[in-house]
């Protein structure tokens, strides 16, 4: 079992993933793709009037601040678009896809939090009401009848809160969660640039290889920025969980999953 999630930044190869993962597929390789969305859900909430707003947190983590009507737009557009957009695509290369959210069947499950912690003008303040949480829980039942069945699952966030709340979460955690519940052998994060960047945006810095037992790492994690620090918490969370490797690669490029799984960008292992 493979867990493949591609990103929702801007430049995703929506077409060479369905590709690619349609051939993987055919081929027997067993795989689940988890996707996400940010892009799509910025230029939508903008379209719609009420514009993204991200929050630092203390631990320098930013998250999408997601109150009720946010949530509702990200639903539209992680469940609809996208989601439907990459189920389409596997369906136009002869796999018989479904797409899910976490709230489905209550795959991805955690606890809401309700009251975030952030920075502002260097002080803590407490945003109320928000829709986050994370997943820490993965229910596999309704995944693994899917799969003896022949299907492809295609998953995205939001996740279930215990209180059966749609809850906006991270898709690289819940991926790196997925592939530890499933014992995967490899668990690949691709997104819109080579790989880990020792000196972001600077390409020809892709930190090639990180040894498993060091990818939590201080000198790791300060080199991600900005959301980057999710996808390396991720492989930390995937490593530890058993999970053969995990490859930082590239969703723009043509067989980006075959790629990534021959050793292109940032192989964790
Ligand atoms: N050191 C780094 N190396 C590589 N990318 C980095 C680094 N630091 C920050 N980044 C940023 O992280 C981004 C990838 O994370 P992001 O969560 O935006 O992507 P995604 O997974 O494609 O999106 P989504 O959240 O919709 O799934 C890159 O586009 C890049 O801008």
Redesign the pocket.
């Known amino acids: 079992m493979i867990v493949v ?6 430049g ?1 190869n929506y077409e060479a993933v369905a590709k690619d993962a349609a051939s993987l597929w055919k081929s027997g390789q067993k795989l689940i793709l988890v ?5 799509e ?1 910025n230029k939508i909430a903008e379209a719609l009037g009420h514009p993204p707003q991200f929050l630092t947190h203390p631990g320098g983590l930013t998250s999408r601040l997601t109150d009720r009507k946010t949530l509702e737009i990200f639903e539209m557009v992680y469940c609809g678009l996208v989601n439907k957009r990459i189920v389409e695509l596997l369906q136009k290369e002869g796999v018989n896809a479904v797409g899910l959210s976490g709230l489905d069947g209550r795959i991805f499950e955690g606890k809401r939090k309700d009251a975030v912690k952030y920075i502002e003008n260097g002080k803590i303040k407490i945003h109320r009401g928000d829709y986050t949480g994370s997943v820490e829980k993965v229910n596999t039942a309704l995944l693994t009848l899917l799969l003896e069945a022949g299907y492809l699952p295609v998953l995205t966030p939001p996740a279930v809160s215990y209180q059966g709340e749609a809850i906006n979460t ?3 955690t819940a991926a790196a969660l997925l592939a530890t519940a499933f014992k995967a052998e490899a668990l690949l ?13 600077d390409e020809s810095s892709l930190i090639r290889e990180i040894p498993a037992a060091r990818v939590g790492d201080p000198q790791y994690m300060s ?9 390396v918490l991720g492989a930390v969370e995937a490593v530890q969980g058993g999970v053969g490797r995990v490859v ?1 690669g590239d ?1 723009r490029i043509e067989q980006p999953i075959s790629a990534a799984l021959a050793g292109a960008g940032t192989v964790v292992r």
């Open positions: 999630k591609v990103g929702g930044s801007e995703i996707h996400g969305g940010s892009s859900t991270d898709g690289d994060l691709l997104s819109n640039i080579p790989g880990l960047l020792a000196n972001f945006p080199v991600a920025q900005g959301r980057m620090k999710k996808k930082f969703a």
